[in-house]
């Protein structure tokens, strides 16, 4: 079955997630999600097989040593990227995408059962917006959202303007909110190859996509026409999201592509700990 999903593989264009301004479907296709009380979370970093970053072979400053079209960059990529589909898959469920079957078919064959994702989607409220995530993260969500709540609701130092430097030229003071909308499950691919994005498992949000721009790789065209893709400045200083709530993401295991170097996707937090270990037993 590998043979078969790297020979599909090899066939496809080679490019990382392509990000729109999707909503997320309709709520109502899934039940509320029950809150069991009062419960801490652990503390987790994101595993590392997870995250994309790993998956690209480096040079010795950390740049991309292959071609997008060679056939072993191919390969290379396919081969971590399995374990981590195999991962996703049975830990949270498969989407409902052609790109799953094959998937599917060789875990059944391992004589595993992974269940549709559907069946483990809740209906639930990230600071104050609805999202659909996955019933085993929401705890991970809540725990982001009351540290949020109890240590950044407070006025802080925005960046407005860059100048050729990276030196900030324009500030302004606010307490920061999410303005728009929240993306979070959705039901169709966001990648253009055999990965699948975080976002089709329920374990992915994006804040405000209009006000936090993806300008790194792979990221849609539409993106580099964003006035904050032309500062000349480090991917994290593109975004409006305070330091405080991504310090809260990361507590509790997510990882924030705003500092995936490749990437810079400052919209994107993705759960990558392990979803068996965020709340701790009494």
């Not at 990000?19 to 987790?44: I, L």
């Not at 040079?59 to 195999?86: D, M």
């Not at 499950?185 to 405000?208: C, M, T």
Request: hydrophobic share 35%; glycine share 6%.
């Amino acid at each position: 079955m590998f043979a078969i999903a790297l020979a599909g593989f090899l066939g496809l264009r080679f490019s990382i997630e392509s990000v729109d301004f999707e909503r997320t479907p309709a709520s109502g296709r899934f039940p509320v999600w029950k809150d069991p009380g009062p419960f801490e979370c652990r503390e987790q970093l994101p595993q590392e097989f997870l995250k994309r970053y790993n998956m690209f072979r480096r040079g010795p400053q950390g740049q991309r040593i292959f071609h997008n079209t060679s056939r072993e960059a191919k390969a290379y990529f396919l081969e971590r990227i399995i374990p981590s589909i195999h991962y996703r898959f049975t830990t949270y469920g498969y989407p409902s995408l052609p790109d799953a079957h094959a998937y599917v078919d060789d875990l059944m064959a391992q004589g595993k059962d992974p269940r549709p994702i559907e069946e483990g989607l809740n209906t639930t409220t990230f600071m104050g917006h609805v999202v659909v995530l996955h019933s085993k993260v929401i705890p991970a969500f809540k725990c982001v959202e009351r540290d949020i709540k109890r240590d950044c609701m407070v006025s802080t130092e925005l960046c407005d303007k860059y100048n050729s430097a990276g030196e900030c030229v324009r500030k302004h003071s606010e307490i920061y909110k999410i303005r728009q909308n929240v993306s979070s499950w959705r039901d169709r691919d966001s990648y253009l190859d055999e990965e699948f994005s975080n976002h089709n498992f329920g374990v992915a949000v994006d804040l405000d996509p209009a006000l936090n721009p993806c300008c790194g790789y792979g990221c849609q065209a539409q993106w580099q026409k964003h006035p904050r893709c032309q500062w000349k400045v480090d991917h994290t200083k593109r975004s409006e999201i305070p330091q405080c709530w991504v310090d809260a993401f990361k507590r509790y295991g997510f990882y924030w592509l705003g500092e995936d170097r490749d990437i810079g996707d400052t919209m994107h937090f993705e759960f990558l700990a392990d979803p068996d270990k965020i709340i701790i037993s009494p």
